[in-house]
């Protein structure tokens, strides 16, 4: 399937494949349909997490070795977990980054406007490290938005912008990658669902990185993230179960922070917050969620695993196929599919 290389001029554009599960049926529609797919009663739940700009370029060392450091993961202590690359930038595909120079504990990091000292290397790879900057509060944020860039990949035409990758309904930055499942949601199509008597409820997940080029951090991605699910979230959730209505997810960090939630309250959803390794895949029985409307997934990732969850294998097999020979367009600027 091709990706899509730019976002798009207009969301509406976008293609969406309604996958009945039940009845097997294959439907090739629009974002536009969206409303009429859903029934009065159903909870639409979006991940609110504004998207920062994580990718930071740099050097290190007493020679200035060039580098690209991708923020992971805020800890509450205050430092961030990051993945470090050597020379290169976005338009190199991650796995032919070339690694950085060995990494020493206390090693200093130049980045733009910021610097951070190397506290710790994590497992499983010599590439995921722990950093602290030197700077902190409302002074290390503005120079975070002065420096950095948004992570993109090598398959995109141009470099991205920050309003690139926020959705409509953006709101803390958390995430280090989007949301993009919501990407297509304009306040025109929310208001849609709305009037269709759709309810339409948030929570917030720290979405982390996709892929680092690292085969080892990869297969272990996606690492610890943290999430908010507030109580209105809740009382929707159990509106529309105590209706027999769905609890559709757009996207997959909805599912893994709706799940995690119900799983620390022993199987029933109550607002919280906390951080999550939950892996979602073949044989998980959701407590929460219902459906799902994620982006077109290459088969390998893990996306795709959890993806599984809420269909069989074989029936997403063939979607992806008819998807793919339909033409529509894979990764995060691209179409979506409908699982219910």
């Known amino acids: 399937m091709?990706?899509?290389?730019?976002?798009?001029?207009?969301?509406?554009?976008?293609?969406?494949?309604?996958?009945?599960?039940?009845?097997?049926?294959?439907?090739?529609?629009?974002?536009?349909?969206?409303?009429e797919l859903l029934l009065p009663g159903d909870l639409l739940v979006v991940n609110d997490a504004a998207t920062l700009p994580a990718s930071l370029q740099g050097s290190m060392g007493?020679?200035?070795?060039?580098?690209?450091?991708?923020?992971?993961?805020?800890?509450?202590?205050?430092?961030?977990?990051?993945?470090?690359?050597?020379?290169?930038?976005?338009?190199?595909?991650?796995?032919?980054?070339?690694?950085?120079?060995?990494?020493?504990?206390?090693?200093?990091?130049?980045?733009g406007e910021l610097s951070a000292?190397?506290?710790?290397?994590?497992?499983?790879?010599?590439?995921?490290?722990?950093?602290?900057?030197?700077?902190?509060?409302?002074?290390?944020?503005?120079?975070l938005y002065r420096s950095g860039r948004?992570?993109?990949?090598?398959?995109l035409a141009r470099p991205l912008e920050l309003w690139d990758v926020q959705t409509t309904y953006a709101a803390r930055p958390w995430a280090v990658e989007a949301?993009?499942?919501?990407?297509?949601?304009?306040?025109?199509?929310?208001?849609?669902?709305?009037?269709?008597?759709?309810?339409?409820?948030?929570?917030?997940?720290?979405?982390?990185?996709?892929?680092?080029?690292?085969?080892?951090?990869?297969?272990?991605?996606?690492?610890?993230?943290?999430?908010?699910?507030?109580?209105?979230?809740?009382?929707?959730?159990?509106?529309?179960?105590a209706a027999a209505r769905r609890v559709v997810a757009v996207g997959t960090t909805v599912v893994r922070a709706l799940e995690a939630c119900a799983l620390q309250a022993n199987g029933a959803l109550e607002a919280g917050a906390g951080t999550t390794t939950l892996k979602v895949g073949p044989g998980y029985r959701c407590r929460v969620v219902t459906g799902l409307l994620t982006g077109m997934h290459d088969p390998s990732a893990s996306h795709y695993s959890l993806l599984a969850a809420f269909a069989p294998r074989p029936l997403l097999d063939l979607a992806r196929a008819q998807a793919e020979a339909e033409g529509y367009l894979e990764h995060e600027f691209g179409d979506l599919c409908l699982i219910l």
């Not at 439907?27 to 409303?35: K, N, V, Y």
């Not at 497992?123 to 995921?128: A, E, M």
């Not at 948004?150 to 398959?155: L, S």
């Not at 272990?220 to 959730?237: G, H, I, K, S, Y």
């Open 62 to 111: 007493p020679e200035d070795a060039p580098i690209e450091l991708r923020l992971l993961a805020l800890d509450v202590d205050g430092s961030w977990r990051a993945v470090l690359f050597g020379p290169g930038d976005w338009t190199t595909p991650t796995e032919r980054r070339p690694p950085p120079a060995e990494v020493l504990i206390g090693a200093q990091l130049r980045l």
């Open 150 to 155: 948004p992570v993109q990949y090598a398959y």
């Open 179 to 241: 949301p993009s499942a919501g990407f297509p949601l304009s306040a025109s199509l929310l208001g849609a669902l709305r009037a269709r008597g759709v309810a339409i409820a948030s929570i917030t997940h720290a979405a982390g990185l996709s892929a680092s080029g690292d085969e080892a951090l990869d297969v272990a991605l996606p690492l610890e993230e943290r999430f908010e699910v507030p109580e209105r979230t809740v009382e929707l959730a159990h509106a529309a179960q």
């Open 117 to 143: 000292r190397v506290e710790a290397v994590l497992p499983p790879s010599p590439r995921l490290l722990r950093v602290r900057f030197a700077s902190e509060g409302a002074a290390f944020w503005s120079a």
């Open 2 to 35: 091709n990706p899509a290389r730019a976002p798009r001029a207009h969301h509406s554009a976008t293609r969406l494949l309604h996958l009945a599960v039940q009845s097997g049926r294959i439907e090739h529609r629009s974002i536009a349909d969206l409303p």
